[in-house]
């Protein structure tokens, strides 16, 4: 069983370019989450959706983010006019939808991005 | 303030060693704690997993929560260089919430 799969690993941009990650749940998980680290710090939450929803964008910046998970295809998260502060590492994470349970969060290897 | 703080370290501790990793946070509508491991330059890893308060053990690593004190441990016996990673307190409210995370404590193992 495949884990969390993301692409690309790498991606450089240089400013005010468009950066699209992508991120393929594990199997059977329907619940996606992205989360932010940047040098030196924790991670951020920044987007929480399920298929065709997004339930939790409390995280994300209002302006330049977005974030969609199709019906059919891998979450994309899409940071457009990119500047050198949105350098970071971008983490996808997905949970299993049950009725109870613990809803672990699963990480990804993440996409780190640069902008020069 | 932070809602979850936790010291960045660097923890450096000889092989064989007791490891003992610390959160203290101020939200007590937190539920759900776990400490998650990171390798330099990868995704983190879920290590331990625990609901409210109480003791987890699962072979070397023992979790601990003290929701009364708003403060959760990870400890980790005869450690080894391989045990040399990022470790990240994270913890929710609720089944399916965002996770807030600690800054997490960076830990080396010397042989």
């Known amino acids: 069983n495949a884990g969390v799969m993301q692409n690309p690993r790498h991606l450089v941009r240089r400013r005010g370019q468009e950066a699209r990650l992508r991120c393929s749940p594990m199997?059977?998980?329907?619940?996606v989450y992205w989360y932010r680290q940047l040098p030196e710090e924790g991670l951020k939450f920044m987007v929480y959706?399920?298929?065709?929803?997004?339930?939790?964008e409390s995280g994300m910046p209002k302006e330049r983010f977005s974030a969609e998970f199709p019906k059919e295809g891998p979450s994309i998260l899409r940071i457009q006019q990119v500047v050198r502060g949105d350098s970071a590492a971008y983490f996808c994470?997905?949970?299993?939808?049950?009725?109870?349970?613990?809803?672990?969060?699963?990480f990804g290897p993440g996409t780190r991005l640069t902008v020069l | 303030q932070k809602e979850v703080e936790q010291d960045p370290g660097p923890l450096s501790v000889p092989e064989g060693a007791i490891v003992s990793l610390n959160c203290t946070y101020s939200?007590?509508?937190?539920?759900?704690f776990m400490w998650y491991r990171q390798y330099s330059r990868k995704g983190p890893e879920l290590l331990m997993y625990?609901?409210?308060?109480g003791n987890k053990e699962d072979g070397r690593f023992t979790a601990q929560v003290d929701k009364s004190s708003k403060y959760i441990s990870l400890f980790i016996r005869d450690s080894q260089p391989s045990d040399s990673a990022t470790y990240l307190c994270?913890?929710?409210?609720?089944?399916?919430?965002?996770?807030?995370f600690g800054t997490g404590t960076r830990l080396a193992v010397r042989p």
């Open positions: 199997k059977g998980h329907s619940h």
């Open positions: 994270a913890m929710r409210k609720s089944s399916g919430d965002k996770l807030t």
């Open positions: 959706l399920q298929k065709e929803n997004i339930i939790d």
């Open positions: 625990t609901y409210s308060s």
């Open positions: 994470a997905s949970s299993p939808q049950t009725s109870g349970g613990s809803h672990e969060q699963f």
């Open positions: 939200n007590s509508a937190f539920q759900y």
